[in-house]
């Protein structure tokens, strides 16, 4: 009996070391639990945060735009929209006092006038050659260097400037923009149409008849 008794009480002892195993193991599941909620209730607070300042940044970079009403471009200053709003309206309040274009940029006139007083500031390192403006220059400085930086996509020939290789593609595409008003005949360039109309205007810039004749045979095909 006394055997029984102890076995009885080993029993019971296991059973509540086992229970209370049971019940810590519960304690840190629960701990575990809490803290991993803890943790992702940082991390979308953390994101909620982050969510909220960049609308914010895009709310004041929306704030600090101009838009047109016209067009619906955006600006970035005041200054901007107003220079932007005389395309719609026409207003050119900047004259040449020379010859009465008016322009819409003072700094537009400010490179017209040039033509009158025969500035020419932008000179080439090269070979001393001068011009109104840098952009003309820089279309210059081409010459010695040998770039070509626009290239045709349908032949591979390159380009200095992208206006020579806009009418380099009307080759490919056929495109002739330009018609005689008399005959209906059109030309890829301008200066072509130009050349064409001496037909009908009678006009002989070339004293010489064989000039003459290779002319009218460009202009004639």
Known sequence: MAFIKEESEDVK???TFTVKQEDLQEQTDLIEENEENKEEEHHVK???KTHLQTDGVLKRRDKNRFTCTQCGKRLASKSKLKIHMMIHTGEKPFTCTQCGKS???SSHL???MRIHTGEKPFTCAQCG???NQSSHLSYHMMIHTGKKPFTCTQCAKSFSHSSHLNLHMRIHTGEKPFTCTQCGKSFSQSSHLNLHMRIHTGEKPFTCTIL????QQIIIP
């Not at 003459?212 to 002319?215: A, D, G, I, L």
Request: no cysteine; proline share 0%; aromatic share 22%.
């Open 13 to 15: 002892i296991e059973e």
């Open 46 to 48: 953390i994101e909620e």
């Open 103 to 105: 322009f819409n940029i």
């Open 110 to 112: 400010n490179h017209h």
């Open 129 to 131: 050659k001068s011009f």
């Open 212 to 215: 003459w004749k290779e002319f």
